[in-house]
């Protein structure tokens, strides 16, 4: 399964809302597709996993949707902890990641 | 909270062998499957290789069936990526990261700070 992120590239200011999409190249099995955010030089932090559920400890500002073919990252208001590139994952058919979309400062 | 820390990495010539390694602790090793992604200089993330908690069931990307081995010591709570015949482009940041559920080969809750690998003449 291919994923393809977009944008590539989202400029937004702080408090913005951002809204990233992933679609998959065939429906993902039981909407098995997380969301990562990773800052330079550190290691990816998981978001969201289940298309929807919120992992340990992410504020509720993060928020997946989604189901089959097209998913969507929601950050209601962008704090400036939040730029940074996210990546989407698919679990259900192997393993696979998206792109990415780098969300930077406007 | 569980901690994930890679080591072994380093420099190799194209074709030569490396073997990295990733110490687990704060949760029940042998109870998550494992799993090592990689990142190239300026690229993307991407999946290499899963390991069911058992070390029975094990997975891989195409691009390195048949060259890299995934394995664990659930006795040492250890996990290891022997890397064979590797190439220019297996050069990458690697990092272990563990299963968030008992589903093997799901999303990954906790991820090491990665471990570089470059293979060049």
């Known amino acids: 399964t291919v994923l393809t992120q977009s944008p590539g590239t989202l400029s937004l200011s702080p408090g913005q809302r951002a809204t990233l999409s992933c679609r998959a190249s065939?429906?993902?099995?039981?909407?098995?597709l997380a969301w990562y955010q990773q800052k330079p030089g550190q290691a990816p932090r998981l978001l969201i996993h289940?298309?929807?559920s919120r992992a340990t400890g992410i504020p509720d500002r993060f928020s997946g949707s989604g189901s089959g073919t097209d998913f969507t990252l929601t950050v209601s208001r962008l704090e400036p902890e939040d730029f940074a590139v996210y990546y989407c994952?698919?679990?259900?058919?192997?393993?696979?990641f998206g792109g990415g979309t780098k969300v930077e400062i406007k | 909270e569980a901690q994930l820390l890679e080591w072994g990495g380093g420099l190799v010539e194209p074709g030569g062998s490396l073997r990295v390694s990733c110490t687990a602790s704060?949760?029940?090793?042998?109870?998550?499957?494992m799993n090592w992604v990689r990142q190239a200089p300026g690229k993307g993330l991407e999946w290499v290789s899963t390991?069911?908690?058992?070390?029975?069931?094990?997975y891989y990307t195409d691009s390195v069936k048949g060259r890299f081995i995934i394995s664990r010591d659930n006795s040492k709570n250890t996990l290891h990526l022997q890397m064979n015949s590797l190439q220019v482009e297996d050069t990458a940041v690697y990092y272990c990261?563990?299963?968030?559920?008992?589903?093997?080969?799901?999303?990954?809750?906790?991820w090491g700070r990665g471990i570089s690998v470059t293979v060049s003449s």
């Open positions: 990261a563990k299963d968030w559920s008992r589903l093997v080969g799901s999303a990954f809750d906790f």
């Open positions: 704060g949760f029940t090793f042998s109870s998550f499957g």
């Open positions: 390991i069911g908690g058992s070390g029975d069931d094990t």
């Open positions: 065939q429906s993902v099995n039981s909407n098995y």
């Open positions: 289940g298309a929807s």
């Open positions: 994952q698919q679990y259900g058919d192997s393993l696979t």
